[in-house]
């Protein structure tokens, strides 16, 4: 039986095995199965691999987007644009690394309201620095959209600190949270938002899904703002990466 598997440490919030399992099952992929396997450091990869020969693909998430990628024998040219990793084919004793989450991103932001926040001429800020991060900026960059990424230790032109953005007399329109904070079980937590300068004009596009709605979506909502979960980015960018594990 073919073998696919999350890699990522924690993995307790994850609905990616619920996901594969519901759709083998719906399907009537009977030759497919897929496991959750928390890997807390890196270079216990290779050891993954080389003992199970079933496996067939790989989706990655938090750490490890980046980090997987000097394991790899080979990088689609999207993945090496972005610098992240969240799909691995492997074929023939190689593995191949792919970016699914700039394909569920786009189709996803495509789908609020007709499209119209990811038009060009857009400004968005966008949460976080690691994997994640860097497959938004590329897709919303990809459309004309001008993107500064906030982070706790900003490093670079394009990166501001939380505490700059209550100095801004506004916010961007478009804010996409990347980090995992209020991700199950610290449901609690939430990034430092000057949120009384959110309104109706605003989208925030949080790409944690569990729970379905954060402590950011509910203070976001609060003040009238457009919000998103990350269910139909996973669910999008979970279809992509089986299409390419089949290819």
């Not at 719906?26 to 003992?51: C, K």
Request: proline share 6%.
């Amino acid at each position: 039986m073919r073998l696919f598997v999350l890699i990522g440490y924690p993995l307790g919030h994850s609905f990616s095995k619920q996901y594969f399992t519901e759709k083998f099952a719906r399907e009537g992929i009977a030759d497919a199965r897929f496991e959750l396997f928390p890997l807390e450091q890196i270079a216990d990869l290779p050891a993954l691999i080389s003992s199970r020969p079933n496996l067939y693909g790989l989706s990655v998430t938090i750490p490890h987007k980046e980090s997987v990628i000097p394991y790899l024998d080979e990088l689609d040219d999207t993945a090496r644009a972005i610098g992240a990793v969240n799909s691995i084919k492997i074929e023939n004793g190689r593995m191949k690394g792919f970016n699914t989450d700039a394909i569920g991103f786009e189709n996803a932001l495509n789908s609020i309201d007709g499209g119209r926040w990811i038009a060009g001429g857009t400004e968005a800020l966008v949460l976080g620095t690691g994997g994640a991060s860097k497959a938004t900026g590329y897709v919303l960059k990809k459309r004309g959209i001008s993107v500064r990424f906030v982070s706790r230790r900003p490093a670079g032109d394009d990166q501001v600190s939380y505490a700059s953005l209550r100095d801004r007399a506004s916010l961007p329109a478009l804010i996409v949270n990347t980090t995992p904070l209020g991700t199950w079980p610290d449901v609690e937590k939430c990034p430092d938002l000057p949120f009384e300068r959110l309104g109706p004009k605003h989208l925030v596009f949080d790409l944690v899904y569990n729970p379905a709605e954060t402590l950011l979506l509910r203070k976001a909502k609060a003040q009238g703002s457009t919000t998103k979960n990350g269910l139909e980015m996973l669910q999008l960018q979970a279809e992509a990466s089986w299409r390419i594990w089949n290819s």
